[in-house]
């Protein structure tokens, strides 16, 4: 219908009125959506109820909200997914194998921004071996807010581990010489709380060499060590236990035994732990193999700082406080190097025999192994890799 004439023009208009009247009493029957607001550490969420703060355990660096849902971004790569249906909670919390910048909402979609550019946030895969509930990463426990969420405990490390480090250090104590000795390691944790795990230390230490004489013996030349393990254990988030059995050289002359080995745990991994290790030997002068334990807590996201010592009569020993970086943390899983300064040492002693007659002394003096004290500054590297 055309509006040409007065009365027509006037009956449209009174057309028009109505149903601007009728769409806007539609859009006040129509129920509104959620609101979203962010507040320091936490995301307001107001809606037909009122206002209900819920916390996400972090600042977050950037903050993106659609339909019922809010995405909070704590640090570099975790996801805090707050849903205002049916009651405002925390409903995800997931780390992504990126560094993101910021979020966003493009087309509808959520997306986050990285510094190659932009794509939806389901695009990018998630990490493995995180807790999908801690965001401690980003809010390391001496930067938190007082009165801040404290994140949830993180989850049990599972899967294979394999560890291995190299010492190095210059014997200054007595002869001069140096020392290169490694220890490996590879550890499997069970979905189950069982773990199995096998240890080695093997290398050698060389310097000037001395004949000595008849009481003492030969001192310095060349000194090797060798020490395996093999042990089975409950393992927990919070404490591991383990036994098992081995054998090493200990420092007097070639004396090889076996030994009864026990390890332990309190803690939990890559938190705040203190590991701790002791072997004794079946038989033989010497019953103490080895003790020592180390102590390992979290920096920050990506660094741990930590000190070990262990000593005793299986030839070796060290006193290092060293520094774990994480340098691969994604979906093929972790790398982290590490490396350490401290004192190490390389000790044995010769087992001198002297032959005797009725005369007396006979004059032949028979020396297995040497004397040894290459006591020194050491410095480590090694790798722990989770694949």
């Known amino acids: 219908m055309t509006c040409g004439s007065s009365k027509r023009a006037a009956f449209c208009i009174v057309l028009a009125i109505a149903g601007a009247a009728r769409a806007e009493g539609d859009d006040q029957d129509r129920p509104q959506g959620p609101a979203f607001e962010l507040a320091g550490s936490a995301v307001i969420v107001r809606d037909s109820s009122g206002e209900t703060p819920v916390r996400v355990g972090c600042t977050p660096r950037s903050f993106a909200s659609i339909e019922t849902k809010a995405y909070a971004l704590c640090g570099e790569s975790t996801i805090v997914v707050v849903d205002a249906a049916p009651t405002a909670h925390v409903a995800?919390?997931?780390?992504?194998?990126?560094?993101?910048?910021?979020?966003?909402?493009?087309d509808g979609v959520i997306s986050a921004r990285t510094a190659a550019?932009?794509?939806?946030?389901?695009?990018y895969p998630r990490r493995r071996l995180e807790s999908l509930d801690a965001p401690r990463s980003a809010t390391p426990w001496w930067t938190r807010a007082r009165?801040?969420?404290r994140p949830k405990p993180p989850e049990r490390v599972q899967g294979l581990e394999l560890d291995l480090n190299e010492t190095s250090d210059l014997?200054?104590?007595?002869?001069?010489?140096?020392?290169?000795?490694?220890?490996?390691?590879?550890?499997?944790?069970?979905?189950?709380?069982?773990?199995?795990?096998?240890?080695?230390?093997?290398?050698?230490?060389?310097?000037?060499?001395?004949?000595?004489?008849?009481?003492?013996?030969p001192r310095g030349g060349d000194v090797q060590i060798a020490v395996g393990e093999a042990v089975i254990g409950v393992d927990t988030r919070y404490v591991g236990f383990s036994f098992g059995a081995g054998a090493g050289m200990f420092e007097r002359g070639y004396q090889v035994e076996p030994l009864v080995v026990a390890?332990?745990?309190?803690?939990?991994?890559d938190e705040f732990s203190f590991s701790w290790h002791t072997s004794f030997a079946t038989s033989g002068n010497t019953l103490l193999g080895v003790i020592g334990g180390a102590l390992e807590f979290r920096l920050a996201r990506r660094w741990w700082m930590g000190a070990d010592a262990e000593l005793g009569n299986l030839r070796y020993g060290r006193f290092m406080g060293d520094l774990r970086y994480r340098v691969q943390d994604g979906t093929r899983g972790t790398l982290d190097l590490r490396g350490g300064v401290g004192l190490a040492y390389v000790e044995s002693s010769a087992d001198c025999n002297t032959s005797f007659t009725k005369q007396g002394f006979a004059g032949d003096t028979e020396c297995l192994g040497t004397n040894t004290d290459y006591l020194g500054p050491a410095v480590s590297v090694g790798i722990v890799w989770r694949p």
């Open 92 to 106: 995800e919390r997931f780390p992504v194998a990126a560094r993101l910048v910021s979020l966003t909402v493009i």
């Open 117 to 123: 550019g932009v794509k939806p946030l389901a695009e």
């Open 147 to 149: 009165g801040a969420a």
């Open 171 to 217: 014997g200054v104590d007595g002869q001069v010489g140096v020392t290169s000795v490694f220890d490996a390691a590879v550890v499997w944790r069970a979905s189950v709380p069982l773990s199995l795990a096998a240890y080695g230390v093997f290398g050698a230490a060389t310097g000037g060499f001395d004949q000595g004489d008849r009481t003492f013996g």
């Open 263 to 269: 390890r332990g745990r309190f803690g939990p991994v």
